[in-house]
């Protein structure tokens, strides 16, 4: 496992390659980033629609244990979370290896993919083939997207300050580790228990919300009023939260 300081030197490496990518790889590997949230969290809801009602602590437990494959899949096969990119790509900005303008255009272009990712599954493996189309799939996709849409900005704002600490956390401790096994279980816990927890993703709300949309069960307009709070405050807890924190904490001064 490396130290605490190894790892930033390591996110702020890690962070200058994302910015240099070609624009094509962005977008692929943002596609698949938001594909495989997506499909983590439709996992969820086809392992909880059941039990959801009369044990929902069980359930959040339940889903929260399979979630975590989709930022295992990115962080170990490929491909691009722009919550990951907010601890990330920041930490290289922290450090004046990149321009604040190469920062922000990397987590536009990765945010957009995401979103497309995440929408392609929601409607495709979701709505189209079946998955969330019929029974306590369908009345479990509408319930989260209505409880995550009945928020206010404040509270979407705060809780996507806990989910990214978590997941900037996942992130972080998956750079220390040295091999895949050390990497899976420091990626599946903090996800793991943010998702328990019951805190906001940006990225994952893109499929939950637009799932509930294509059912019948919510709006665009509530998806937009949930996407900006949440949004910024993933930023807050990666950005500042993660990287921030130990950019400060690591770095001679």
């Not at 990712?117 to 479990?140: E, I, K, M, N, S």
């Not at 998806?223 to 924190?245: E, M, Q, T």
Request: proline share 2%.
């Amino acid at each position: 496992m490396l130290d605490a300081s190894e790892i930033l030197q390591y996110s702020i490496c890690a962070g200058k390659e994302k910015v240099e990518k070609t624009l094509l790889s962005k977008l692929i590997l943002g596609f698949i980033g938001g594909a495989m949230i997506s499909l983590g969290y439709l996992a969820y809801i086809r392992v909880t629609a059941s039990i959801v009602t009369e044990l929902p602590s069980i359930a959040n437990l339940v889903g929260g244990s399979v979630f975590p494959i989709g930022l295992i899949v990115i962080l170990m096969a490929g491909g691009e979370l722009i919550t990951g990119n907010m601890m990330v790509v920041s930490s290289t900005f922290f450090a004046k290896k990149i321009s604040a303008s190469q920062l922000l255009k990397n987590w536009i272009i990765i945010t957009l993919a995401n979103v497309v990712g995440a929408v392609f599954v929601a409607y495709f493996f979701g709505h189209f083939v079946g998955l969330t189309h019929t029974g306590v799939f369908r009345a479990q996709v509408i319930s989260m997207a209505q409880h995550k849409v009945d928020s206010t900005f404040l509270q979407s704002f705060v809780s996507g300050i806990g989910c990214n600490w978590f997941v900037g956390l996942a992130v972080w401790l998956c750079y220390g580790a040295k091999d895949s096994a050390g990497k899976i279980l420091a990626i599946w816990f903090p996800v793991m228990i943010f998702v328990a927890i019951g805190f906001q993703h940006s990225i994952a709300n893109c499929f939950i919300i637009p799932a509930a949309i294509f059912e019948g069960g919510s709006r665009w307009l509530d998806f937009i009023k949930n996407f900006i709070p949440v949004y910024l405050g993933n930023i807050v807890g990666g950005a500042v939260f993660v990287s921030g924190f130990y950019y400060l904490s690591y770095t001679k001064h």
